[in-house]
């Protein structure tokens, strides 16, 4: 009895993790990337938001510099971190085309 409710217990603590993309549903931007990155991932925003092994979606204004006409220039970006238990996936989505333009999973280990 003790492990099916600990088994409980862990199972929704996760699935509460996983619905992480509510936290930024009043910021047009934040959430402008993160269903960028549901679509370049394939997952669906619904799907990534909650699916069981993504613990957390994490989206933060960040930019890039870049050479732009001979001038370095800071480009707006989005970076979107989707965390699993076993590794966490890395996103910097361009604000104003919102295109992907870097992309790399890393070990969490």
């Known amino acids: 009895m003790r492990i ?8 929704s603590a996760s699935s509460g993790l996983a619905a992480g993309c509510d936290k930024y549903i009043r910021n047009e931007r934040m959430m402008a990337a993160i269903k960028t990155v549901a679509k370049y991932t394939q997952y669906g925003y619904e799907g990534m938001c909650n699916h069981p092994m993504i613990l957390d979606v994490e ?8 050479l ?17 238990s076993e590794d966490s996936c890395l996103y910097m ?3 104003a085309t919102q ?10 280990f």
């Open 4 to 11: 099916l409710l600990a088994l409980i217990t862990v199972l």
């Open 93 to 95: 989505v361009r604000d």
């Open 99 to 108: 295109t992907i333009t870097t992309a790399r999973c890393y070990s969490g």
């Open 68 to 84: 732009v006409n001979g001038q370095y220039e800071k480009i707006p970006h989005t970076q979107v971190q989707l965390h699993r």
């Open 59 to 66: 989206a933060q204004p960040t930019h890039t510099i870049e």
